[in-house]
């Protein structure tokens, strides 16, 4: 077989088949006999023939076609990078905004938050290694909740409840438990003259009934006598005297043990506090600044605390002072003004799933408790001057749910684990692939409409900016984003938090490149342009989303409804593709040639050398 020379077969050479799917071939060879790719390279010098002929009556060439293409794509290439750059700024900017302070987001609460920061100063004042335990007996009092601290005498437990009293100024109650102590020890003495008329009441006067702030030390020990009247103190704030039921002005109480509950009797009251904190002794490092502090004369008693009562401290003390009203009205400001978005819900669905199945044995987190985390965080979001829950603020959960205090590590690493690997990231990423996939069908179909794909391209776009301010802002972490969480806490949870978020961050701005990059592709394309710019734009998308997937199932839909027509093509490919062009879509072409279409979408399809 000779090299095919310029003749009378140039008439039936075609160079493209709808919009340039199908390259040259000649139809002068059997195709059944000679392959497509004998045939192209046998046929070429035709082909130059035939587009010298095209160029001299005005016709695009093939490398005036590739010229055009090229720059096409340089262009939409340029839009789609300016695009990203003034995205990226707005979101910069953004989040350089809410960054200014927390004042910025809220100045109402900005007096508070100053009063709260010098109250935290003034409790730690004389303590070593007592920041955590500050900030949380405090943000329990505004949450009105009890605080239990476990550890072993000495450790200032009392300490911290009596400071809380003169920082509440109200009245304070503290009694060490044992196994013999009587209901008159905690809830006042009977009275002798109401006994005289058969009724039986308590002088509750100057006992926990009538306390703003208590201390019960060796809280565990409570018999079964003081156990049922304790348990509805701590939780309904109610007390019954005699026929009467006392509403119990009650701030917080913080429980101290050494050891935690063994009996099943006390894990109601063990339930009751909800934030719980194993307190240890001075570190090594922090233990000369505590021996300093006490040969200066600044602690007294145990020597971890001191109890100074100058004119200066009590004139400091009662600028900062907060009553139990003042207390109340925080509370429900944060319930009613902070909301807890769908994020933060469904991590704390996702914890308690993971403490009861992942963890042995098995910890019981009781829907009260869950309850008041809720609206625990509410306070420290709203004191912090924030309008909603973040996922940062969930941290505080590690001193809540745990029941064993080796779980509160354990507790920690799944929430570090879910704040930094977010779900969101797989989610986003199956949304652009369906929308990429989407878009390359309907820019098969002549006349199809893309605004419906745009729009949905759009819209992950903007969702994707929404979440890369999320996470920028989350990088800052130790800024001040919560007043609760202690310095310590802060610098761990950022160390740990800092790389993975780097990481999540990348990814979605991959992805937010590649939202953009498709609906530039979109708003510049037509039905005949459109597939080809895709392919050129987002070659990855297009092999693993479209090309590997989405094709196969074109295929079979298109057989059904084309199977003669197709076995018809398939048993005379490629002159059936030419003789049909007119009446052909890519899809079509697609299956009746796969071979050549791939070629010609990985730019292999060029003349042989």
């Known amino acids: 077989m000779s090299l095919c020379m310029p003749s009378q077969w140039c008439s ?31 046929c070429w010098t035709q082909v130059l023939v035939v587009r010298a002929a095209e160029g001299a009556q005005g016709v695009l060439t093939q490398e005036q076609k590739d010229k055009e ?9 340029a839009a789609a990078e300016k695009e990203m750059k003034a995205v990226s700024e707005a979101i910069n900017q953004q989040v350089s905004t809410a960054q200014g302070g927390p004042q910025s987001a809220d100045s109402a609460t900005a007096p508070l938050r100053a009063r709260l920061n010098r109250a935290i100063e003034v409790m730690q004042e004389g303590l070593i290694e007592r920041d955590t335990e500050v900030r949380l007996l405090l943000l329990a009092a505004l949450s009105q909740e009890h605080v239990l601290y476990i550890g072993p005498p000495g450790t200032a437990k009392s300490e911290l409840g009596r400071r809380l009293s003169r920082l509440c100024a109200g009245s304070f109650f503290e009694r060490l438990l044992t196994r013999f ?23 509750t006067e100057g006992y926990l009934p009538k306390a703003n702030v208590a201390f019960v030390d060796e809280i565990f020990k409570a018999n079964s006598a003081i156990l049922n009247t304790l348990l509805t103190v701590l939780n309904e704030r109610l007390f019954d005297n005699g026929t009467d039921r006392e509403q119990v002005p009650l701030l917080c109480l913080v429980g101290a043990s050494n050891e935690l509950p063994e009996s099943e009797e006390l894990d109601a009251l063990y339930d009751r506090f909800l934030i719980r904190r194993q307190v240890s002794q001075v ?9 300093a502090a006490a040969a200066d004369n600044s602690l007294a008693g145990t020597g971890l605390a001191s109890h100074r009562s100058s004119g200066s401290e009590a004139a400091a003390q009662e600028s900062i002072a907060l009553t139990f009203e003042e207390c109340q009205e925080i509370r429900q400001q944060a319930l009613r003004h902070v909301s807890v978005p769908v994020e933060v819900r469904q991590l704390l669905a996702d914890l308690r799933t993971h403490l009861r199945e992942k963890i042995e044995p098995p910890v019981y987190v009781s829907d009260r408790r869950l309850v008041k985390a809720v609206g625990l965080m509410q306070v420290a979001a709203y004191t912090s001057g924030k309008d ?51 878009a390359c069908i309907v820019l098969t179909q002549k006349g199809e409409n893309l605004a419906s794909v745009l729009g949905e391209a759009t819209a992950l776009k903007e969702s994707l900016v929404d979440k890369l301010i999320s996470l920028k802002a989350s990088q800052g972490v130790g800024r001040g984003s919560n007043m609760w969480i202690s310095k310590q806490e802060t610098d761990s949870v950022a160390g740990s938090l800092r790389p993975k978020l780097e990481k999540t961050r990348k990814a979605h701005e991959a992805l937010l490149d590649e939202a953009i990059t498709l609906q530039v592709v979109l708003e510049a394309s037509d039905s005949s342009s459109g597939l080809k710019n895709i392919s050129e734009m987002l070659p990855d998308r297009w092999q693993n989303d479209f090309w590997r997937q989405q094709l196969p199932q074109n295929y079979h839909q298109m057989r059904e409804r084309n199977a003669s027509s197709l076995r018809h093509l398939h048993a005379n490919a490629p002159q059936a593709v030419l003789e049909n062009a007119d009446s052909l879509g890519p899809l079509d072409i697609v299956d009746v040639l796969p071979k050549r279409w791939a070629e010609y979408l990985r730019g292999q399809d060029k003349p042989p050398r």
């Open 12 to 42: 039936n050479l075609r160079e493209t088949v709808h919009g340039g799917l199908v390259r040259p071939a000649c139809l002068q060879f059997n195709p059944r006999t000679v392959t497509v790719h004998q045939t192209r390279r046998r």
């Open 69 to 77: 293409r090229s720059e096409q794509t340089a262009k939409l290439k």
């Open 181 to 203: 102590s009587v209901p008159e020890e905690l809830f006042g003495p009977l009275s002798m003259r109401a006994l005289e008329d058969d009724r039986y009441v308590r002088q």
């Open 283 to 291: 570190s090594d490092a922090g233990l000369l600044a505590m021996l």
């Open 388 to 438: 909603s829950v973040s996922l940062l603020d969930c941290m505080l959960l590690q001193h809540i749910l745990w029941q064993q205090p080796d779980q509160q590590s354990r507790i920690t690493d799944f929430l570090l684990s879910q704040i930094s690997e977010d779900d969101g990231l797989q989610s986003a990423s199956y949304i652009l692939a369906s929308i990429f996939s989407r």
